[in-house]
């Protein structure tokens, strides 16, 4: 086989074992020809190949004897070869290096004898340097060719011989290298690795050793002895592998690890690894390759003992869990605790304003009522900070009238005008009636920022503007938006970022001093994102004041649902609430459920005085689901309490249902946290009212279901 | 006696009568809840020598009710708190305790309850001017 076949036939085999010139040094001498070589001068010398068959025929090698013997004898393991890379000719010293007859080499090709008997460290790089010293003409050499079974290094010096352009022979001789490696002239060298191997020696903490290309452990150090269990005689020798659980190594996980590893040039992990006491830490784990001349000889791995920092990253995140649960919770039960005597005083103020008061006596009562309200407002604050902080917040779908729930609002945001500033709203004509979604909610983000708004204007206005338009993404959705534009003091460009983050409060108290917790904006944002929406702010663009923006997607209602009543707590005070439900009373039908006779007496009376006349009783759920039963057309309106013998409301209210009867059902119930009243929804009743039971607050929920 | 009946809730009640000479409204709800608590009083005392949590916990919260609408604001609390215990938790409902805690705690808010009840009741009593359950009330 000629010389061009063989490179042919290479590169036809061996693609995955692409030559690696960078193994093979030029002489620096020769740099500039090796050079032009590369950016391809078309140098005459250079294309010698193509003639060297030619050539060989006519300049027969003459054998002359005794010039053949220098090549035999020489002190240097030398092969010759001629230009079709057979053997023509070895040295004795060559065969006592390699442990060959001279009968097995010579006319072998030398491309097929075993690497290690060349010497060379592969064949890939056997070709290559052929190959250069062949189109270079010059000599190439292989450096640190190490041969394990004479425990020493060699060099490889490949002579092509040219006669004119033919080549004629190659040389190769391999020289020793007399560079002692571990007491080296290299002392600089020695004086880093020997540094290397002391600090990699004293580290306790870490387990650095080196594993060759295919995973063995070959070297240990005292932290790996440490941290692994076992000693560097029981381990040198073994597949990495014994460090990983059995899933893992069923899994290859250990082999996967090196693969990306070489394909990355690093690999980190981090997972459980075991001793040899069969004990387990929480690992991290560097993995690196280690190249020598270009060659991979294996890698290295760094391994760290996190077990003490995973436990302790644990128990932070429990603990900053248990302590945010503690938080809410006594947030929770707190706001419940201060809530009930809050509702004795608000009931026993609104008494008091009920009755004959002079001026004065007026006007303090009045403040009362405030102050209630915005500690009530305070209270509830919180527990729905609480719940949303927490996740347990969810919304009810129900059908809302933007229109009046803007119209309520503003009604009701009237009374806190400064004198001066006007309140409009602007809504387009073609507004939908009604959209299905969390009136409560939509209504409490509107009274916010439209409270907000009437709060911090002094003087000019306070303009709302609501628009809606079908979502892009869901056509059965709307997109409503709402901007509340003020004149007001606006925002200072400090708060901006941190207005809607919960307890932050911007207001100028060296101006005046306004109340909250500093809890609105932040309810609002989450409250927004729960309708799938969100709220923003700019500043006025005409003058001073804000821009806040609120978007909610809502559901569209196509038909009308027919359910009489209106979505918002009515305004108007009690004396005329109860002047207009005495009127409408008569002609309904109540069912009262409750199962405790005091409370069943005081409900009664109650409602007596509402002017209802038709009050039927039942003592427990089961009573009532009998009464709603016989006659399912005739009740108005149910009053369920929660927690009853036989059959509870929330039962009681599931088998109403199940009969198709939509009659309106109030919960009656003696739990202040909202997430239960949701559950009460969830499960069919329509409305709740908290124990003890406020008049007036009863006087409005019958009215919101039983007024037309 | 501001710490045991809350005033406001207490006179949503007395506003409720028809006629504010003659309270028949309000004194016939009160001696009612008289009749009640004592009966309450003692299914407890059987419920606990019987170890029934369950039963416990449900009359402490139906005492609850009505001594919430009446503003008997300590029985109220007594009442919640057995309730709680009788549902394995701690006083304030968050926490579970053991059963055996249950019932030994159960048994000092019992206590506690009826004696803050045996207060309001002599107040309540005198308040109404009917002073022994034996003799006058009956005219309900």
Excluded at chain 1, 85 to 109: C, F, K, Y
Aim: glycine fraction near 6%.
């Amino acid at each position: 086989m000629s010389l061009r076949d063989r490179f042919l036939n290479l590169s036809m085999h061996d693609r995955a074992q692409t030559v690696n010139l960078p193994l093979i040094t030029t002489p620096p001498e020769d740099n500039d020809m090796a050079l032009s070589e590369l950016k391809g001068d078309p140098k005459p010398s250079l294309r010698t190949n193509d003639n060297c068959a030619s050539d060989a025929e006519h300049v027969t090698p003459q054998h002359d004897a005794s010039l053949y013997r220098i090549y035999r004898y020489t002190p240097v393991p030398t092969i010759v070869a001629d230009a079709n890379l057979s053997i023509v000719e070895v040295s004795d010293s060559h065969l006592a290096l390699s442990g060959q007859t001279r009968d097995t080499l010579l006319n072998t090709s030398i491309c097929d004898i075993a690497p290690s008997i060349v010497p060379v460290p592969d064949t890939a790089s056997l070709y290559g340097a052929i190959r250069a010293a062949i189109s270079t003409k010059q000599i190439q050499l292989i450096d640190d060719i190490h041969l394990s079974d004479k425990k020493s290094y060699f060099r490889l010096q490949v002579t092509p011989i040219f006669q004119d352009r033919a080549l004629i022979y190659i040389v190769f001789e391999a020289h020793k290298d007399t560079r002692d490696r571990s007491d080296s002239q290299d002392h600089h060298h020695a004086y880093v690795n020997e540094t290397y191997k002391i600090l990699v020696d004293t580290v306790k903490d870490y387990a650095i050793f080196m594993l060759d290309t295919r995973g063995n452990i070959t070297t240990w150090n005292p932290g790996a002895a440490i941290m692994k269990g076992y000693s560097a005689s029981e381990i040198i020798g073994k597949h990495f592998s014994v460090f990983y659980s059995p899933e893992d190594r069923r899994n290859n996980k250990p082999g996967r690890g090196l693969a990306v590893c070489l394909r990355d040039g690093r690999m980190e992990d981090e997972g459980w690894r075991y001793r040899q006491d069969g004990s387990r830490f929480w690992a991290n784990v560097m993995i690196t390759p280690v190249y020598e001349f270009g060659r991979h000889v294996g890698f290295v791995k760094v391994t760290r003992d996190l077990t003490e920092r995973k436990a302790a990253e644990g128990r932070l995140i429990a603990a900053f869990e248990e302590s945010s649960r503690l938080k809410t919770d006594f947030l929770a039960n707190m706001s419940h605790e201060i809530r009930t005597p809050m509702n004795g005083m608000r009931l026993a103020l609104s008494m008091l304003t009920d009755t004959e008061l002079d001026n004065n006596q007026r006007e303090y009562a009045s403040i009362l009522e405030d102050s209630t309200s915005v500690l009530l407002q305070i209270i509830n604050d919180i527990l729905d900070y609480s719940k949303l902080s927490s996740g347990s917040f969810s919304l009810t779908s129900d059908i809302v009238e933007v229109e009046s729930v803007v119209g309520a609002v503003v009604r009701n945001c009237k009374s806190c005008l400064k004198p001066g500033v006007t309140l409009s709203c602007s809504m387009p004509p073609n507004f939908p009636q009604t959209m299905r979604g969390d009136p409560l909610r939509y209504r409490q983000v509107l009274q916010n920022l439209i409270g907000n708004a009437v709060k911090f204007t002094e003087k000019g206005h306070v303009k709302i503007s609501t628009s809606f338009a079908i979502d892009t993404e869901d056509p059965r959705m709307y997109n409503v938006s709402t901007e509340v534009v003020d004149s007001g003091v606006g925002v200072p460009g400090s708060a901006i970022n941190t207005m809607f983050t919960p307890f932050t409060r911007f207001a100028d108290t060296t101006r005046r001093k306004y109340q909250g917790t500093g809890l609105g904006l932040s309810i609002c944002k989450s409250l927004a994102e729960l309708m799938n929406g969100s709220v923003g702010y700019r500043p006025n663009p005409d003058g001073p004041g804000s821009v806040f923006w609120f978007t909610a997607k809502m559901g569209r209602t196509d038909t009308r649902v027919s359910m009489r009543r209106s979505s918002m707590l009515p305004t108007d005070s009690s004396e005329n609430l109860i002047k207009k439900l005495r009127e409408v009373a008569p002609r309904k039908h109540i069912l009262l459920v409750e199962d405790n006779l005091v409370n069943h007496m005081v409900m009664l009376k109650l409602l007596q005085s509402f002017g209802f006349e038709r009050i039927d009783a039942a003592w427990d759920g089961a009573e009532a689901v009998r009464l709603v039963k016989q006659t399912p057309l005739s009740y108005n309106v149910v009053l369920m309490d929660i927690s009853m013998p036989v059959l509870d409301g929330l039962e009681a209210t599931s088998q109403i249902r199940s009969m198709n009867i939509d009659v309106p059902i109030i919960a009656l119930t003696g739990n202040a946290l909202k997430g239960d009243a949701e559950t009460y929804l969830a499960k069919g009743m329509n409305d709740y009212l908290g124990k003890p039971v406020h008049r007036n607050h009863l006087l409005q929920v019958l009215w919101k279901w039983l007024g037309t | 006696m501001k710490e045991h009946i809350d005033k406001a809730t207490f006179d949503q009640i007395l506003e409720m009568d028809d006629d504010p000479d003659d309270r028949d409204f309000s004194m016939g709800i009160v001696v009612g809840f008289f009749e009640q608590a004592e009966g309450t009083f003692k299914k407890m005392e059987k419920a606990l020598e019987k170890k029934d949590l369950k039963e416990l916990s449900s009359l402490g919260h139906f005492l609850k009710g009505s001594s919430a609408t009446l503003g008997l604001t300590k029985v109220k609390d007594a009442c919640e708190e057995i309730q709680n215990y009788g549902a394995g938790k701690d006083k304030t409902g968050t926490n579970p305790i053991t059963e055996e805690d249950s019932l030994k705690k159960i048994d000092e808010s019992l206590a506690t309850c009826q004696a803050d009840y045996k207060v309001v009741e002599k107040s309540l009593r005198k308040f109404f001017g009917v002073e022994n359950d034996s003799e006058k009330n009956v005219d309900k």
